[in-house]
């Protein structure tokens, strides 16, 4: 059993509470990305693909770089305006697809500024505007098949399109009568 968090006033931006957690998905990644113990684990577990993929062999520098980068991206989405559109954040999980599909799967990206961010945001999108926020990872390798960690983000993405769909949600009109049945 999931539930479902507001994140914005305007009911564009939501977050998963998965069932035994006591925070939603949103403020536990974030918690994460901050953790610098977390972060050291991580780095040195995940050193070769660091060095592979984007050439730093100094966890300390990935650390400061993903403290850095999360504090940006958690301020982009949650002091944007009303008349913001969260679209031009997120994008399409898969890089080739070119049109618009029912409960997409979607992606956000830090902006770091030494490199390429690898800092992932993943969410299902609602309509034009509105995502759900299921998961994120810090993701070092070409594709999300390629670790554990981040394949299991990938299956939080198809089973809460799936849970969405079961409840017979496919846009945000059908999505706000669910929560209010609840």
């Known amino acids: 059993m999931v539930e ?12 998963v509470k998965y069932d035994g957690d006591n925070a939603n ?3 536990i990644i974030f918690d994460q990305w901050t953790d610098i113990q977390a972060l050291i684990a991580f780095f040195k577990a995940n050193a070769d693909d660091l060095n592979g993929y984007f050439h730093i062999t100094d ?7 993903t403290l850095e980068d999360a504090h940006s991206l958690r301020c982009l989405i949650l002091d944007l305006k009303p008349e913001d559109s969260l679209d031009s954040l997120f994008r399409p999980l898969e890089n080739t697809r070119s049109s618009e599909m029912i409960l997409s799967r ?11 961010s690898w800092l992932r945001l993943y969410a299902i999108r609602l309509d034009s505007g509105r995502y759900i926020i299921t998961g994120g990872a810090i993701k070092l390798t070409a594709t999300m098949q390629d670790r554990e960690h981040t394949l299991n983000e990938l299956r939080r993405l198809n089973y809460i399109r799936d849970y969405l769909t079961q409840l017979g949600v496919f846009d945000y009109d059908s999505f706000e009568e669910f929560n209010n049945e609840d």
Request: with cysteine.
């Open 4 to 15: 479902f968090e507001r994140l914005t006033d305007s009911g564009t931006l939501w977050a």
């Open 25 to 27: 998905i949103f403020d």
């Open 59 to 65: 966890i300390d520098t990935a650390i400061f770089d």
């Open 106 to 116: 979607e992606k956000a990206k830090g902006r770091c500024r030494r490199h390429s």
